[in-house]
Every structure is written in structure tokens, then in C-alpha cells.
């Protein structure tokens, strides 16, 4: 039995992917009715300061040093502070930081008194984009003045605050969408989305690292390479830019057919952002084609090192480890990956996908048990074996493996009639399997019929 992962961690976010390996900024979580002024205009943007404090520029020490020490940590990367003496129309101020490079991503003025919207818009220039903020205020974003107001949720004419962004979380916002308009097969928005990031910051790796996603999305590799390696010489941020060398080396390797190229690019990767786990997951991706098992071993593991969560590099060392016979191995990764095909951020998953992690967790649990007629049935580890057959059975009970194989597990636990019903199901599937008739054959002779 061997399974092999086909996908690979090209986008910007990988399954289960989900799981994902980059920051989703809390700054702009843009939703799939946001409203955008189509293409920004192709001018400069400008980053109005907040007093002393600018986003993009300043860091947590200027702000502490302008501000005070904060009332109260908000969240990992989110801090509010009294306002300054004479800012005597502001009630508090929320700053958002970078996780990366501590800087400050945004800052939100919360007024004392909500103003009608209209005296402010006009100081701000053109609204560029709508969309409902991560505390379920909407919010109005300017540009080419990166100024945003905050409406009250009753009374959407009426600002309750005024944000300062920076222009990468203005990109950070038009990336996020381009992940969803790009998955949904929009391809004029998802173009839209990405051109605009590059307008909003064009100092950004991940600004072009979209471009270059959306020209590859549309078979056009050549468009793709030149926005990749624009990403590799923007100004920041390293692990973009190590994820455009990683990019860079895929399409070496799978499209040009130039793996020595391709190699470099994954090592420049590397190089460049060591405690990434995506240059990591995609060179062990490249080093599984080439047959290189053991190299890619240790980077699919040092990519679960650095991000835990990931489950593509997980699921694929699992088969590694399964297909080499490393039963303990193979069934430390299969367990976790169980656990993910039980939680909500599989709810979604294929079916099949989710029942082979089943059984390969319970064959590899009982593979590494050794040889054995019985056990006990109140043995842990067979419990956790009829368990994880049980979901694959569930999921899939005309399979005649799985059929075949919780029959087995049953009638070594001594549940002959659950057993023999197991074989009857897998025979119903696939009536000349051998196993499954010498299986029910075995059972029915136990029973004495």
C-alpha cells in the first residue's frame, strides 16, 4: 500500500494545508465582498505620520519612548496605549506590529466622539478599498494617503477612528485577497489583486511573489520567472524573498527540467531565510523526485521542526517512512496527521484522502506490534488500531483493504461475529478476493458453521 502526496507548497499558503506557513496579519483580514477601486493609480504611496510614529518605519521602542508604556497587550503583536497629552480627541490608540521585523504595520486613533465621515474623507483622497475589519467594524481604506476610517457598526456614516497604515499591509491586504480570488478562478480580480500589491508597495518581496503566482497559475512561465526574481531583489522581506528563490527552483526543476538550476535556487533559499518552513518543504519535495530519500527525509523533517502545524511535509514523510517499512516512524507522523483528518480544518478534505491516513496509522501501528495470532481486546494499542480502522471503514465501507484488515484485527481480538461481517462487506466489493474469502472461510470455521 503506497500513497504519495501530488501537491506542492507553491501558494502563498500550504494545506492543509492549511496549516499554514505565513503570518496571516491581523491587520486586513479582507473578505470575499470587500469592494475594490479596480487597478490602484500608478503613483507613489504616501505614509502620513501618526505624531511622531510612522508605520513601516518606526519600531516598538520608538513608540514606547513617544507613547508610554502600554496599558495592555492585546494580542501577540498588538498593543494599545493612552494617547498623548495634547491629542485631546483621541480616547486610546491601537498599534499592530510586524511579527518579522517588529515594525509597526498600523496604528488606530479611537475617537472620543464618532465624526460624520464625510469631513474626513475629504482630507484622505480616494477610497480604495471596503472591507470589514478583524473587530467586525467596517473599515474605508484612502490612496494613494494610506488613512483608513473605522465606521460604527450602527451608524455607518460615522467614523470611530482613524488608522495609519503602512504600505506592506496595504500589500499584505491585496495579497490576502489575491489568495482568495485566485482559488476561486477569478482571474481578472486575482490580477487586479496582485498588480495592485505592487503598486501598494513595490519595496515588498510578496508583492511580486503574487505577480509571479498569478502568471504561473495562467501557463505563462517565462512572465512568472521575471516576477519571481523581481521578488528576490525587492528590499524585504527575506523570507519572501527565500520563497521566490524556492518558487524559482520548482520551476527549474518541474517546468525548464534543469535541476542543477534548480538546486541552486532552493540552496539561495535556504540561505537566505533558514527558519522558514516553506524552502525547506519545497526542496525536500524536489530531493523525494530525485530520489535523493534520505537527504529529503532530513528537510521534510526540518520543515515539521519549524512549523509543527504543516501537514504536507508530514503526510509525505509518513509514506516515506511506511513505504521504507519504518512502522514506528511512519506511525508517530500518521497519528498526528489522524488527528487533523479529525479536527474541523478537515472537514473539507477528500473522502479518501483522510481514510488512507486512517488505515496507514492502524497498519503501521500494527505492523509495529511484530508478529502475533491474538491480543488481549483490551490491549491500548490494538484499541487504536480498530479505532483508526473503524473511521477508514466508515469513511469508505466498500474498501475491500479495509475490510480485510479491521476483519483481521477483530478476529484476533476474538470478535468473530464482527469479523465475519467485515469480510462479508469486503466480499460484497470485491467478490473474488482471495484474502477476504480465506478470511471469512477462517472465521466461519471458528464459529463452527
Known amino acids: 500500500m503506497a500513497y504519495q502526496v501530488a501537491t506542492r507548497c507553491w501558494r502563498e499558503h500550504p494545506i492543509a494545508t492549511a496549516f499554514s506557513c505565513a503570518f496571516i496579519f491581523v491587520i486586513l483580514v479582507l473578505l470575499s465582498n470587500n469592494s475594490f477601486a479596480s487597478l490602484l493609480p500608478s503613483v507613489a504611496p504616501e505614509v502620513p505620520p501618526f505624531f511622531s510614529i510612522r508605520a513601516g518605519v518606526n519600531n516598538k521602542s520608538d513608540v514606547d519612548a513617544a507613547f508610554g508604556v502600554p496599558v495592555r497587550q492585546i494580542s501577540t503583536h498588538s498593543y494599545e496605549y493612552r494617547p498623548m497629552p495634547d491629542a485631546s480627541d483621541i480616547a486610546t490608540v491601537v498599534l499592530d506590529y510586524f511579527p518579522d521585523t517588529g515594525l509597526v504595520a498600523r496604528v488606530d486613533a479611537y475617537l472620543k466622539t464618532p465624526l460624520p465621515a464625510g469631513t474626513l474623507r475629504a482630507q484622505f483622497g480616494a477610497s480604495a478599498v471596503m472591507h470589514k475589519h478583524t473587530s467586525g467594524k467596517q473599515e474605508e481604506i484612502f490612496f494613494p494617503r494610506l488613512n483608513g476610517l473605522l465606521y460604527a457598526p450602527d451608524a455607518p456614516d460615522m467614523a470611530v477612528a482613524v488608522t495609519y497604515l503602512s504600505r506592506r499591509a496595504l500589500a499584505d491586504g491585496f495579497a490576502d485577497t489575491f489568495n482568495q480570488d485566485n482559488e476561486a478562478e477569478r482571474s481578472s480580480e486575482a490580477r487586479e489583486d496582485a498588480d495592485n500589491a505592487v503598486t501598494a508597495d513595490p519595496d515588498y518581496a510578496r508583492a511580486y511573489v503574487t505577480q509571479g503566482i498569478y502568471y504561473f497559475d495562467q501557463h505563462n512561465i517565462d512572465e512568472a520567472l521575471v516576477r519571481f526574481v523581481a521578488a528576490t531583489r525587492a528590499k524585504y522581506t527575506a523570507r519572501k524573498q527565500a520563497h521566490a528563490h524556492a518558487w524559482i ?3 527549474y526543476w518541474q517546468e525548464k527540467k534543469l535541476p542543477e538550476k534548480a538546486i541552486k535556487e532552493y540552496q539561495a533559499a535556504l540561505s537566505l531565510a533558514p ?19 534520505d537527504q529529503a527525509i532530513v528537510e521534510f523533517t526540518h ?5 509543527s502545524a504543516g501537514m504536507e511535509a508530514r503526510e509525505t514523510l509518513a509514506w516515506i517512512h511506511y513505504e521504507r517499512k519504518e512502522w514506528g516512524k ?5 497519528s498526528a496527521l489522524s488527528d487533523w483528518a479529525d479536527s474541523a480544518a478537515a472537514a473539507n478534505a477528500d473522502a479518501q484522502k483522510k481514510s488512507n491516513l486512517y488505515r496507514g496509522y492502524a497498519y503501521s501501528l500494527s505492523q509495529n506490534l511484530g508478529p502475533r495470532s491474538t491480543l488481549d481486546a483490551n490491549d491500548a494499542t490494538l484499541k487504536k488500531i480498530i479505532l483508526a480502522y473503524e473511521k477508514a471503514f466508515r469513511l469508505k465501507p466498500n474498501d475491500p483493504v479495509t ?21 462479508r462487506a469486503g466480499l460484497n466489493a470485491a467478490p473474488k478476493d482471495a484474502h477476504l474469502s480465506q478470511g471469512l472461510e477462517n472465521v466461519l470455521r471458528k464459529l463452527g458453521r
Open 249 to 251: 527552483g520548482d520551476i
Open 275 to 293: 527558519d522558514y518552513d516553506i524552502p525547506h518543504l519545497q526542496y525536500a519535495h524536489f530531493l523525494h523526485a530525485q530520489q535523493q530519500l
Open 303 to 307: 520543515a515539521i521542526r519549524l512549523n
Open 330 to 334: 511512519a506511525s508517530v507522523h500518521l
Open 403 to 423: 475490510c480485510f484488515n479491521l476483519g483481521l484485527e477483530y478476529e484476533r481480538a476474538g470478535n468473530l461475529e464482527r469479523a465475519a461481517s467485515l469480510y
